[in-house]
């Protein structure tokens, strides 16, 4: 069972362009929701996160938007720029199981300059 | 002012040999979890250990696999006989007490010939 999907896999967006990667996740009790961003070869690195009680996060370039009702949210990337190229993973954290988050499976964002 | 460290950052075994991987956390931090990563896919919870305590292994396979946080030195995961199967990047990831904002380590990438 997997608890917190992601699309799309794969994501080809031309420099200056908006990027957008959704997830849907399915267990209510989650409260955190972290992106983390991964450069190949690297660990995984916090880019943004959001808690169920706001609709939006805005940090710089990124953003998150967030849809309760739906158990839905999305990594926005506005200007996209070839130094974005990496992997991007969302995950949820369930303070009522707390240390374990469970990631989606990436999406592979492609920058074309 | 050091990240959360792993060694060694690649490893081969050749199967049925044993692998011990190595975590060091960020200063202060007193909280690792353990994540595998296949090829192509997304990061899989493994463990979750405070000082000289596991507090969650659900993700971890019932045999083989082990982990340990001693009250002095890195988190140690040991896997033993390993298997083809065994081969992905395995990222430690630390956090001051339990706090949804875990920072990841390098990572190992473990190769079983």
């Known amino acids: 069972q997997q608890q917190v999907k992601q699309s799309p896999q794969s994501l080809i967006v031309q420099k200056g362009g908006i990027s957008i990667i959704n997830c849907a996740y399915e267990?209510?009790?989650?409260?955190?929701f972290p992106w983390y961003q991964q450069f190949p070869g690297k660990g995984p690195a916090l880019l943004i996160a959001?808690?169920?009680?706001?609709s939006e996060k805005k940090e710089g370039r990124f953003t998150i938007s967030f849809n309760k009702s739906a158990k839905q949210f999305s990594l926005h990337i506005m200007d996209s720029q070839p130094g974005d190229s990496a992997t991007y993973f969302c995950?949820?954290?369930?303070?009522?199981?707390?240390?374990?988050?469970?990631f989606g499976d990436g999406t592979t964002l492609t920058v074309k300059p | 002012n050091a990240g959360v460290m792993q060694n060694p950052r690649h490893l081969v075994r050749r199967r049925g040999q044993e692998a011990r991987l190595r975590c060091s956390p960020m200063k202060g931090h007193s909280h690792v979890y353990w994540y595998r990563q296949l090829p192509e896919e997304g990061l899989k919870f493994m463990v979750y250990l405070q000082k000289e305590n596991i507090i969650d292994e659900s993700g971890m396979p019932k045999e083989r696999f082990s982990a340990e946080f001693p009250k002095e030195g890195p988190s140690i995961l040991r896997i033993q006989q390993v298997v083809r199967g065994d081969s992905a990047a395995y990222f430690c990831?630390?956090?001051?007490?339990?706090?949804?904002?875990?920072?990841f380590g390098p990572g190992t990438r473990l190769l079983v010939l």
């Open positions: 959001i808690r169920p009680d706001v």
């Open positions: 990831a630390s956090s001051f007490l339990n706090q949804e904002t875990q920072y």
């Open positions: 995950a949820a954290w369930d303070n009522t199981n707390a240390g374990k988050s469970t």
């Open positions: 267990n209510t009790a989650f409260d955190y």
